[in-house]
Nanobody
């Protein structure tokens, strides 16, 4: 069983920055694919970024590429999402997720097997 706890959300003006954190329990974090997703009211869940277990590979959704950076500290079982140049359309609940099998390098959202509760990010114009 893996528990994921997000933190770092809040209210920020457009153009500002926030750094989200997701702390994971359990062993084997180094082997997990860690992802960030977001969901705005009335919209479908959207992939934001992920950090694969292999050689630090990272990948991003198109709407955040170049503005957001995912990183991880395997010693602290934590993944981060640095969000810069925030826009009002980035407003959403941000949720981290873990794929723990170690078998899927680029999981689809339905392949993640643990999810956090989420943290609200609100960007004012």
């Amino acid at each position: 069983q893996v528990q994921l706890v997000e933190s770092g959300g809040g209210l920020v003006q457009a153009g500002g920055s926030l750094r989200l954190s997701c702390a994971a329990s359990g062993r084997g974090f180094w082997n997990y694919v860690m992802g960030w997703f977001r969901q705005a009211p009335g919209k479908e869940r959207e992939f934001v970024a992920a950090s694969s277990w292999s050689a630090g590979t990272t990948y991003y959704g198109g709407s955040v590429k170049g503005r957001f950076t995912i990183s991880r500290d395997n010693a602290k079982n934590t993944v981060f999402l640095q969000m810069n140049s925030l826009k009002p359309e980035d407003t959403a609940v941000y949720v981290c997720a873990a794929e723990t099998s170690g078998m899927i390098q680029y999981p689809r959202d339905y392949e993640y097997d643990y999810w956090g509760q989420g943290t609200q990010v609100t960007v004012s114009s």
